[in-house]
């Protein structure tokens, strides 16, 4: 059973970084996506960033628009974690933030309908 476990949200001010972490288990497939959502309060859940593990190493990254430049996605096979890195944070990404799995290949690997698996989320609140 694949079981997902985010970890590293928090509060920071407008320009600060945090480091989400999803701590996987049960993702023993040769290949699968694995991605971050995000959900602010009275909005749809959205893509964020996802990336395809093929053999244990990451490939094929995808951002969207309102993320490129500022978020990376990483992830580490011998640690089963998945990582987003979050630098000049803004009011705007303020959301609830979750991780996200499926095994296989995708057409739209930032749409939420998607994926398989997921965490219970982790909070993020930047201030202005």
């Known amino acids: 059973q694949v079981q997902l476990v985010e970890s590293g949200g928090g509060s920071v001010h407008t320009g600060g970084s945090l480091r989400l972490s999803c701590a996987a288990s049960?993702?023993?497939?040769?290949?699968?996506?694995m991605g971050w959502f995000r959900q602010a309060p009275g909005k749809e859940r959205e893509g964020v960033s996802a990336?395809?593990?093929?053999?244990?190493?990451?490939?094929?990254?995808q951002y969207a628009d309102s993320v490129k430049g500022r978020f990376t996605i990483s992830q580490d096979s011998a640690k089963n974690t998945l990582y987003l890195q979050m630098n000049s944070l803004e009011p705007e990404d303020t959301a609830m933030y979750y991780c996200?799995?499926?095994?296989?290949?995708?057409?739209?690997?930032?749409?939420?309908?998607?994926?398989?698996?997921w965490g219970q989320g982790t909070q993020v609140t930047v201030s202005s």
């Open positions: 990336i395809y593990v093929v053999g244990s190493i990451g490939s094929n990254t």
């Open positions: 049960g993702l023993t497939y040769s290949s699968y996506w």
């Open positions: 996200a799995a499926v095994m296989g290949l995708l057409r739209s690997p930032l749409r939420q309908s998607e994926y398989r698996y």
